[in-house]
């Protein structure tokens, strides 16, 4: 099943990191945050990737076409500079790369690759920001049996915020934290069917016209999801993933967590 990664933005809210390089190359730990994403869709065996790229695309490309399989796999030194792999990241992964436009909104870099996805009965697409430890295959499954066109992972706010509640005249009649709220929100990690396409229409938003229109005739569906969720849309959740990543909390490596396929297993 092939991926559409989302990548073109300009991550205004990272100014830290995106005046210099796009944000789907920040890095968490040694690896841009683009990769950890493509790592866990290829994890499931989804290893076909198409990105939308724009801002910067030029250092997304640079990142791939000289990549260091060493850098976070096992290897030995002989002679000085001969290097023998004891296992790669990517050398199975098909990547297409299609400049969508440097302002495009979402919705027109989805509709621009749309020729990529020939064939393709079914296909997933995310965002390039965040990452989840969510049993995959679950998913798909589940999808298969809602019959829709469009899905996507709906999670709890991760922000740190407070929602107020007052009459017309003003007086507060409460203020909880958002998490004491039952609120949810969109968190990416689509699945379609090519119908999709139908839907979006020159200049539209994916998650705005295009989604009103799921909507209107019952096509579109959320999947709730209470696992692990992160987020890396301002430069302060960057540094709450950094610190997940240095203390070796990482849920979203799910590549590397044999316990969590055993408990879906078990399930």
């Given at each position: 099943?092939?991926?559409?990664?989302?990548?073109?933005g300009?991550?205004?809210?990272?100014?830290?990191?995106?005046?210099?390089?796009p944000?789907p190359?920040?890095?968490?730990?040694?690896?841009?945050?683009?990769?950890?994403?493509?790592k866990y869709?290829?994890h499931?065996?989804?290893?076909d990737?198409?990105?939308?790229?724009?801002?910067?695309?030029?250092?997304?490309?640079?990142?791939?076409?000289?990549?260091?399989?060493?850098?976070?796999?096992?290897?030995s030194l002989?002679?000085?500079?001969?290097?023998?792999?004891?296992?790669?990241d990517?050398?199975?992964?098909?990547?297409?790369?299609?400049?969508?436009?440097?302002?495009?909104?979402?919705?027109?870099?989805?509709?621009?690759?749309?020729?990529?996805?020939?064939?393709?009965?079914?296909?997933?697409?995310?965002?390039?920001?965040?990452?989840?430890?969510?049993?995959?295959?679950t998913?798909?499954?589940?999808?298969?049996?809602r019959?829709?066109?469009?899905?996507?992972?709906?999670?709890r706010?991760?922000q740190?915020?407070?929602?107020?509640?007052?009459d017309e005249?003003?007086l507060?009649t409460?203020?909880?934290?958002?998490?004491?709220?039952?609120?949810?929100?969109?968190?990416?990690y689509?699945?379609f069917k090519?119908?999709i396409?139908?839907?979006?229409?020159?200049?539209?938003?994916?998650?705005l016209?295009p989604?009103?229109?799921?909507?209107a005739?019952?096509?579109?569906?959320?999947?709730?999801?209470?696992g692990?969720?992160?987020?890396?849309?301002t430069?302060?959740?960057k540094?709450?993933?950094?610190?997940m990543?240095?203390?070796?909390?990482?849920?979203?490596?799910?590549?590397?967590?044999?316990?969590?396929?055993?408990?879906?297993?078990?399930?």
């Amino acid at each position: 099943m092939k991926v559409v990664l989302f990548c073109g933005g300009l991550g205004t809210r990272m100014r830290e990191y995106s005046e210099s390089i796009p944000k789907p190359m920040v890095n968490i730990g040694y690896r841009p945050i683009l990769w950890h994403i493509m790592k866990y869709y290829a994890h499931y065996g989804h290893k076909d990737f198409i990105l939308c790229l724009g801002y910067k695309a030029d250092l997304i490309k640079s990142y791939f076409l000289n990549y260091n399989e060493w850098l976070t796999n096992n290897f030995s030194l002989s002679n000085g500079s001969q290097i023998q792999l004891f296992n790669r990241d990517i050398q199975d992964w098909n990547i297409t790369f299609v400049d969508t436009g440097l302002t495009a909104n979402i919705g027109q870099r989805f509709k621009a690759v749309e020729k990529y996805l020939e064939g393709e009965e079914v296909f997933l697409a995310n965002y390039s920001d965040g990452l989840t430890d969510l049993h995959l295959p679950t998913y798909i499954n589940n999808f298969y049996q809602r019959d829709k066109i469009g899905s996507f992972l709906c999670v709890r706010p991760s922000q740190s915020f407070h929602l107020v509640d007052m009459d017309e005249d003003g007086l507060v009649t409460s203020i909880k934290d958002v998490k004491q709220r039952d609120l949810w929100i969109n968190g990416g990690y689509f699945i379609f069917k090519k119908d999709i396409f139908n839907y979006i229409n020159y200049g539209e938003e994916l998650v705005l016209e295009p989604f009103q229109k799921l909507i209107a005739k019952q096509e579109l569906f959320a999947y709730k999801y209470t696992g692990f969720f992160g987020v890396m849309d301002t430069f302060k959740e960057k540094q709450e993933l950094d610190d997940m990543y240095a203390q070796g909390q990482r849920p979203w490596e799910v590549w590397a967590n044999k316990q969590l396929e055993v408990n879906y297993i078990v399930k």
